[in-house]
Antibody, heavy 130, light 108 residues
Framework: QLHLQQSGPGLVRPSETLSLTCTVSGGSITSSRYYWAWIRQPPGKGLEWIGSVGSVSYIGSTYYTPALMSRVNISVDTSKSQSSLKLSSVTAADTAVYYC???????????????????WGLGTLVTVSS | EIVMTQSPATLSVSPGERATLSCRASQSVSRNLAWYQQRPGQAPRLLIYGASTRATDIPVRFSGSGSGTEFTLTISSLQSEDFAVYYCQQYDNWPPWTFGQGTKVEIK
């Protein structure tokens, strides 16, 4: 059974870079050719998709929400079975629980397959404060 | 960007009763819609994709319906573990993939 373990600091200072890692176990990060996503949830609020990255390197394999595109980078390290999120120049508005999830999104010869986000990591509360 | 609107914001239901949650898209998303459950202090869990297909190990009391802009999640007989927040999410027009603001199902 696939398991997503998140790691990273819970406190980041304003203007610095938020960095989180999601380690995948119980399955290969590349075997299914699915994507890997990051989603956040401000305290007491709803879910916001941040971005998704493909596990196989090819053109157009990373998607970001327009609202954060200038500050976000998501990558996959297949040798470590990890997905990483970096969000630069953070402010208090970036305080949230950050989740990694497998994005059941795949490009095939027959078209695009998308079956939502599943499973999810447990989440990491990141507070932006000095 | 497609905006997803859920109603009601809060639904008060007695255990054993039926709960009906609504989700509306700002434009047609065909049947490219998923539902998630989030219990307090936990990560969301995928319930439904393709508007009506239950995800792995999801009980049959959860059912989804709809297409285009109007969708419904029905919980046929509420169990204690079903009191949670439910989110719809579209995957028809992306990026971005977008979520509704959630419906909280609470004990009446």
């Amino acid at each position: 059974q696939l398991h997503l373990q998140q790691s990273g600091p819970g406190l980041v200072r304003p203007s610095e870079t938020l960095s989180l890692t999601c380690t995948v176990s119980g399955g290969s990060i590349t075997s299914s050719r699915y994507y890997w996503a990051w989603i956040r949830q401000p305290p007491g609020k709803g879910l916001e998709w941040i971005g998704s990255v493909g596990s196989v390197s090819y053109i157009g394999s990373t998607y970001y929400t327009p609202a954060l595109m200038s500050r976000v980078n998501i990558s996959v390290d297949t040798s470590k079975s990890q997905s990483s999120l970096k969000l630069s120049s953070v402010t208090a508005a970036d305080t949230a629980v950050y989740y990694c999830a497998r994005h059941n999104f795949m490009m095939t010869f027959g078209g695009i397959v998308d079956r939502g986000f599943d499973p999810w990591g447990l989440g990491t509360l990141v507070t932006v404060s000095s | 960007e497609i905006v997803m609107t859920q109603s009601p914001a809060t639904l008060s239901v007695s255990p054993g009763e039926r709960a009906t949650l609504s989700c509306r898209a700002s434009q047609s998303v065909s049947r490219n819609l998923a539902w998630y459950q989030q219990r307090p202090g936990q990560a969301p869990r995928l319930l439904i994709y393709g508007a009506s297909t239950r995800a792995t190990d999801i009980p049959v009391r959860f059912s989804g319906s709809g297409s285009g802009t109007e969708f419904t999640l029905t919980i046929s007989s509420l169990q204690s573990e079903d009191f949670a927040v439910y989110y719809c999410q579209q995957y028809d027009n992306w990026p971005p993939w977008t979520f509704g603001q959630g419906t909280k199902v609470e004990i009446k």
